[in-house]
């Protein structure tokens, strides 16, 4: 049974630092592509970062470049997001999602979700 379990959110002042963690259980990364997404209240779902393990490839948004990077532990079989220099419009709940199309930040194509873990940025 295919399986993702984000956990890591919370709150936090702007400036600061938080990393996601995306627990992957039913299959093993390799092959798939892991995306980071994001929603906001009123909001479409958007792309925030992906990791395409075939190659190690990774993606990010514009709005998180430089400030976000993903990784992941193949022992642990889970994909990270740190995020730091926190902004109040990185306020969102972030789902993890598997995928198959390298380098995608498209929600259509991830065929599998988390539960969601709210991330709010505020003072």
């Known amino acids: 049974q295919v399986q993702l379990l984000e956990s890591g959110g919370g709150l936090v002042q702007p400036g600061g630092s938080l990393r996601l963690s995306c627990a992957a259980s039913?299959?093993?990364?390799?092959?798939?592509?892991i995306g980071w997404f994001r929603q906001a209240p009123g909001k479409e779902r958007e792309g925030v970062s992906c990791?395409?393990?075939?190659?190690?490839?990774?993606y990010y948004a514009d709005s998180v470049k430089g400030r976000f990077t993903i990784y992941r532990d193949n022992v642990k079989n889970t994909v990270y997001l740190q995020m730091n220099s926190l902004k109040p419009e990185d306020t969102a709940v972030y789902y993890c999602?598997?995928?198959?199309?390298?380098?995608?930040?498209?929600?259509?194509?991830?065929?599998?979700w988390g539960q969601g873990t709210q991330v709010t940025v505020s003072s």
């Open positions: 990791f395409t393990s075939h190659d190690g490839s990774t």
């Open positions: 039913g299959f093993t990364l390799d092959g798939y592509a």
């Open positions: 999602a598997r995928g198959y199309v390298a380098g995608s930040l498209y929600p259509h194509e991830y065929d599998y």
